[in-house]
């Protein structure tokens, strides 16, 4: 489905959307620029898990015939609506695998797929550059979604670190998963699974088309050097003046003394 065909859909369930959030995805697929965290898991040396409050059982489930976000769509409010139109879309480009685990009453409670390299070529169909290429004995994790009335029990916590046990128990060596930079409870909930900062993504929306760039943290770590010495070097937001203090260091120039704690880059 096209950026525009989806926008169409999502005006349909403008209401429980609400006007401001529809209008800000609106205008973030007109010009924005998102960074995402590219995060890898060394499946040999997975932490301790740290169970949820209620019991996990991560199993697969088609997720064609998988109707819990049709439900869940229903009673959703606000961005969560798209949170969920997102994952139906995933059902229906066929991503395999999904990994659900159900409360104790029978509903879904977490989902997360898990892609191995075998299965990689829709991914990468539907989804053109958002991902790393999967070589043999790599995964991916991806859609991770709490039902909305089970959050904050730890159930992502403990169902990520069960996906990657399942990789792992496979032959898998390594995972790969891609956060949104603000997505603090996804972050924590794959630091506390195993998962490790690796890369940096950017997403760029101009016009409704998307571009999405891949840099390895060194590269990221340049790009914001240069960044940061070509805003400092910018008389009209010069951030830190170089200060004349007396130097400990002899006669020079404080602040230029070797080991001096005044030293600038
Ligand atoms: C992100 C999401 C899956 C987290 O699910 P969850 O089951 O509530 O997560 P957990 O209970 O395991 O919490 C993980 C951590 O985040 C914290 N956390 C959870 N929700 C939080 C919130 N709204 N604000 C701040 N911290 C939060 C928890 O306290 C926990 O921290 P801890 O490690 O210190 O204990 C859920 O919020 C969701 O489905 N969001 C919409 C879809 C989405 O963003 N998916 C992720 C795509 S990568």
Not at 57 to 66: H, I, P, V
Not at 154 to 179: C, K, N, P, Q, S
Not at 216 to 227: F, G, I, M, N, Q
């Amino acid at each position: 489905m096209g950026t525009f065909s989806k926008l169409f859909r999502a005006t349909s369930h403008a209401r429980r959307i609400g006007i401001w959030p529809a209008a800000t995805v609106v205008g973030e697929r007109l010009w924005s620029r998102k960074l995402f965290l590219g995060l890898r898991c060394d499946l040999a040396a997975l932490p301790p898990l740290r169970p949820a409050q209620i019991p996990v059982s991560m199993n697969s489930e088609a997720s064609a015939s998988f109707d819990g976000f049709a439900l869940a769509l229903e009673t959703a409010r606000g961005r969560d609506v798209l949170e969920i139109l997102h994952r139906m879309d995933i059902c229906s480009a066929g991503w395999q695998t999904l990994y659900v685990t159900r409360s104790p009453d029978g509903l879904p409670a977490f989902v997360q797929w898990l892609i191995r390299a075998a299965d990689q070529d829709g991914v990468h169909e539907s989804a053109p550059g958002l991902f790393r290429s999967l070589a043999p004995g790599e995964s991916l994790l991806e859609g991770a979604y709490t039902f909305t009335p089970l959050r904050r029990l730890g159930l992502m916590t403990h169902g990520v670190r069960e996906v990657l046990r399942i990789a792992h128990d496979e032959g898998a060596t390594t995972a790969f998963t891609y956060i949104a930079v603000d997505n603090v409870p996804s972050l924590r909930a794959c630091a506390a699974a195993g998962f490790k900062l690796d890369s940096v993504r950017t997403i760029e929306w101009r016009l409704g088309r998307r571009r999405a760039d891949v840099a390895s943290l060194d590269d990221a770590a340049t790009h914001t050097v240069r960044l940061s010495r070509r805003v400092q070097g910018c008389p009209v937001v010069r951030v830190r003046p170089r200060a004349r203090v007396k130097s400990t260091y002899g006669a020079g120039v404080p602040g230029e003394a070797s080991g001096s704690p005044n030293s600038t880059t």
